[in-house]
């Protein structure tokens, strides 16, 4: 079965750190581009960041560029998001998903986990 | 305010047909980028439902169907049934910011 399961979430202070971790399995995890998209409470989704197949490739959203720091690891099947500086408003449930095909541009998302949640509050 | 506009809600009896709409500029949809449309249900992660602007994954049933024209998608569904009750999002790709999202419909089965 093709899975994607988050972990790492939880209660921060702003300004502290976290590191949320997605194990891939039932595909060939190291063949994907692999995103971050986050979810408010009640709100929207949010595409946060992106990495190809060999990390050769990496994106991020403006508004947490310069602070979160994704990477990957293929030989364990695992996607990772170093979030740093926090502040309230990255307080979301984060989900990690696949990307549906092989070639290197745009693409939907296939397979997404049940999400992590971030909540960053005094 | 996301990058690609929605209609925060639609509604529809069951058995009617319901289209939900999605705009955007020059600079993603009418760039050329795809559109992808996602279902999400109370609770649970978004499911793809139409990739390459009108292409339905395997086991998504052909109610669904997807279109885009100039810098608009749409996403139409007939035959609504109750359990079609959820929160819709359309997704592309921009030039700068990247992976651009809609604000998300919610569609209420009457």
């Known amino acids: 079965e093709v899975q994607l399961v988050e972990s790492g979430g939880g209660l921060v202070q702003p300004g502290r750190s976290l590191r949320l971790s997605c194990a891939a399995s039932?595909?060939?995890?190291?063949?994907?581009?692999m995103h971050w998209v986050r979810q408010a409470p009640g709100k929207g989704l949010e595409w946060v960041s992106g990495?190809?197949?060999?990390?050769?490739?990496?994106g991020y959203a403006d508004s947490v560029k310069g602070r979160f720091t994704i990477s990957r690891d293929n030989a364990k099947n695992s996607l990772y998001l170093q979030m740093n500086s926090l502040r309230a408003e990255d307080t979301a449930l984060y989900y990690c998903?696949?990307?549906?095909?092989?070639?290197?541009?745009?693409?939907?998302?296939?397979?997404w986990g049940q999400g992590t949640m971030v909540t960053v509050s005094s | 305010q996301s990058v690609l506009t929605q209609p925060p809600s639609v509604s529809g009896a069951p058995g009617q047909r319901v289209t939900i709409s999605c705009t955007g500029s020059?600079?993603?949809?009418?760039?050329?980028?795809?559109v992808h449309w996602y279902q999400q249900l109370p609770g649970t992660a978004p499911k793809l439902l139409i990739y390459?602007?009108?292409n339905r994954p395997s086991g998504v049933p052909d109610r669904f169907s997807g279109s885009k024209s100039g810098t608009s998608a749409s996403l139409a569904i007939t035959g609504l049934q109750a359990e079609d009750e959820a929160d819709y999002y359309c997704?592309?790709?921009?030039?700068?910011?990247?992976?651009?999202f809609g604000g998300g419909t919610k569609l209420t089965v009457l």
């Open positions: 039932g595909f060939t995890f190291d063949d994907y581009a």
């Open positions: 990495i190809s197949w060999n990390s050769g490739s990496i």
């Open positions: 020059s600079s993603n949809i009418g760039a050329g980028y795809d």
């Open positions: 997704q592309s790709y921009d030039s700068s910011p990247g992976v651009v």
């Open positions: 390459g602007n009108s």
């Open positions: 998903a696949k990307k549906r095909g092989l070639w290197s541009g745009p693409d939907a998302f296939d397979i």
